[in-house]
């Protein structure tokens, strides 16, 4: 049985998860995409995001390995073309 992890914080709003889950599990939640464990979309496309933890950019190869600890503040922000 899981138990969850509270006072997480992910595009400034509150969320509980699951121990053990990682950025690339709450990327893929969050942009409704399969994602591969090195952070890639399985379907081949392009993804377009990045995702910072506690204001520190994760490489996206670091993504299944960055596991969540409570009190931490997620950003997953999605790369815009223009000016």
């Known amino acids: ?6 006072g997480i914080t992910v595009n400034g709003a509150p969320r509980s998860i ?3 889950m ?15 464990q090195d952070g890639t979309p399985a379907d081949g496309a392009s ?6 933890v506690d204001g520190t950019v994760v490489p996206r190869s670091r993504w299944s390995a960055h596991v969540l600890e409570s009190g931490q ?8 073309q223009g000016g």
């Open 18 to 20: 699951d121990n053990g």
């Open 22 to 36: 990682t950025l690339v599990e709450i990327v893929a939640e969050i942009t409704g995409r399969d994602l591969s």
């Open 73 to 80: 503040t997620i950003d997953i922000v999605t790369a815009v």
């Open 1 to 6: 049985m899981s138990t969850n992890v509270n």
């Open 47 to 52: 993804l377009g995001v990045a995702a910072a």
